[in-house]
């Protein structure tokens, strides 16, 4: 099946600094990337749509300036945290459909914690 | 307002029997219904995709039904193992979303010897 690599898979920092997270798709070029959210027990949030080329998409009470996606190419969309705040600590996962197939392929995911 | 739910928190079954997970929603026109595993600290793994005019999807020891009259998919393993121990999601994409997915609550399922 399709990868999809999330890099770093945790990461801690202070409250107030920046995060980026990054997501790569590796065996497929992918012009859309979706990002989410994971809070404890919780199920999947989307946060935004990453197209190639163009803006994100956001969705309906996700801040665009707090959350900053650049779809670099065609493998590669990033996700920035800035100015983060010990409520941003979550599970952030990635995931990207792989040419006109339906199924999602998604990233391992990365622990943020801010301290 | 929109809502996905499966039937509970969690569902703890012995081996070998069959579990049976359920998804209904609310307020969707789904093109498509996904179900997906997710171990703890990882991310979900693709399962299995109905689409709205089809009826049941099997592959292995899973099966899918798919009613959309009664807005309700259901999720079955047969002949379950305690690997299938998981979270299990399912999906909704609606028409014209390009591959937009909502995520119902999830269901763990623990499987006993």
């Known amino acids: 099946g399709a990868v999809v690599s999330q890099h770093p898979s945790r990461v801690i920092c202070k409250s107030g600094t920046s995060v980026k997270i990054e997501c790569r798709s590796l065996d497929f070029q992918a012009t859309t990337m979706f990002w989410y959210r994971q809070f404890p027990k919780q199920s999947l949030m989307l946060m935004a749509t990453s197209n190639e080329g163009s803006k994100a998409t956001y969705e309906q009470g996700v801040e665009k300036d707090k959350f900053l996606i650049n779809h670099a190419s065609l493998t590669l969309s990033t996700l920035t945290v800035t100015s983060a705040h010990p409520e941003d600590s979550s599970f952030y996962i990635c995931?990207?459909?792989?040419?006109?197939?339906?199924?999602?392929?998604f990233g391992p995911g990365t622990r943020l914690t801010v301290t | 307002s929109q809502k996905i739910e499966q039937n509970s928190e969690a569902l703890n079954i012995q081996e070998g029997k069959t579990a049976t997970l359920t998804c209904n929603y609310t307020?969707?026109?789904?093109?498509?219904l996904q179900w997906y595993r997710q171990d703890p600290g990882r991310g979900p793994v693709f399962l299995l995709l109905i689409r709205e005019n089809e009826k049941e999807k099997r592959k292995e020891r899973l099966k899918v039904t798919f009613d959309t009259t009664l807005k309700q998919s259901l999720f079955h393993i047969t002949a379950s193992q305690p690997a299938d121990s998981a979270t299990y999601l399912c999906a909704l994409e609606e028409a014209g979303t390009a591959s937009k997915l909502t995520f119902g609550t999830g269901t763990r399922l623990q499987v006993t010897l």
């Open positions: 995931s990207a459909p792989r040419d006109s197939a339906y199924e999602q392929y």
């Open positions: 307020n969707y026109s789904p093109a498509y």
